[in-house]
């Protein structure tokens, strides 16, 4: 009998029963499902952890509302949704001019292998973990309006009924069917339209040698290499800067004059963010006698191309568990 099994069969006595240590344990076993919820919901991988907290407190704090009705977890999703809800509704920040998300942060696939405590071990729950996670979906995500940004989520991601759904919001399940028709539609709108025809994984040979060339080329400052490697109307950001730059021209001219060809020597990391490549670089520094953390390219790969760039600065180099800083190589 799994340990959401145990506690259905509880009353809401019962729970209130239950130690803080004992509480805290049991909630643990969900804290990674329930920030990768949180930040589909926030777009954020701090605001997400941050909600988590606010979560196990409320929890702890309301443990006696606990009937047995749901599981345990299904319960910490109600509590997680509407602290997400509360946050936006308190500071909802809006998509800017050209649509770029500036609070939108990287999520390490080093957490995203972390095994659930439930059971997703489906294929099909697989499949929708990966493309729910990838960049593109996040920031369309972020321009629906919270409550329906809820409603698809709970729906299309998390598998819950319309009528859980419905419950857990205060609305109709008509309500309900209504607001992921729009999320859905709005969703459309701002995902790219060869989304079906995505590609990448560990198992993708060909998106494994685009990213080998990617690498080489950025590390010796090859524009015209670089260039090479990207679709027509590629496109790149960089949050929390502001600025979206559409169309290979456009982008390579922008890095040229931002002063990509003198940012050498470099070295780079291979690694994975929100199941999409990425390449974290380092910069040499004199004074330091080291290589430390530039930026890191997360790729989106079409048709064999590189269809969008979303660079991260530095300051994300921790919490994507990658190196404080690389040696010197014998090259500087």
């Avoid at 919901?41 to 701090?46: D, K, N, P, Q, V």
């Avoid at 606010?54 to 702890?60: H, K, M, N, S, V």
């Avoid at 060909?206 to 950025?218: F, K, N, P, W």
């Avoid at 780079?268 to 380092?282: E, G, S």
Wanted: with cysteine; net charge negative; charged share 30%.
């Amino acid at each position: 009998m799994s340990t959401d099994t145990r506690l259905e069969a509880r009353s809401s006595s019962g729970l209130r029963e239950v130690d803080e240590p004992a509480f805290s344990g049991l909630a643990e076993r969900h804290r990674r499902e329930l920030h990768v919820h949180c930040y589909r919901m926030l777009g954020s991988f701090e605001d997400a952890e941050d909600t988590v907290q606010e979560t196990f407190l409320r929890a702890w704090r309301r443990r006696e509302t606990f009937e047995g009705r749901s599981t345990f977890r299904a319960w910490l999703y109600r509590i997680a949704t509407n602290a997400c809800l509360d946050l936006l509704a308190k500071r909802r920040p809006e998509p800017a001019t050209g649509g770029e998300v500036l609070w939108l942060q990287p999520y390490p696939d080093r957490l995203l292998d972390e095994p659930p405590a439930g059971d997703t071990d489906e294929p099909e729950a697989v499949a929708v973990a990966r493309e729910t996670i990838e960049l593109a979906y996040l920031v369309a995500v972020q321009h629906l309006a919270p409550r329906p940004r809820a409603v698809l989520i709970l729906r299309d991601v998390v598998g819950w009924a319309a009528k859980d759904v419905a419950e857990l919001l205060g609305d109709s399940v008509n309500s309900v069917n209504s607001a992921l028709q729009r999320a859905r539609a709005g969703m459309r709108e701002h995902l790219p339209a060869e989304r079906q025809d995505w590609t990448g994984g560990e198992e993708d040979a060909g998106t494994r040698e685009l990213v080998r060339r990617y690498t080489d080329a950025s590390v010796a400052t090859d524009v015209d290499g670089l260039a090479a490697l990207l679709r027509e109307d590629v496109r790149f950001s960089m949050p929390p800067t502001p600025g979206l730059y559409v169309g290979r021209d456009t982008v390579v001219n922008g890095w040229v004059e931002h002063g990509f060809e003198g940012m050498k020597p470099q070295r780079a990391v291979l690694t994975a963010v929100n199941r999409q490549p990425a390449v974290a670089f380092y910069l040499w520094r004199k004074q330091e006698g080291a290589y430390l953390p530039m930026a890191i390219d997360v790729l989106r790969v079409t048709g064999g191309v590189i269809s969008e760039i979303t660079t991260f600065h530095a300051e994300r180099f921790p919490r994507l568990g990658l190196p404080e800083r690389l040696p010197a190589d014998g090259t500087e």
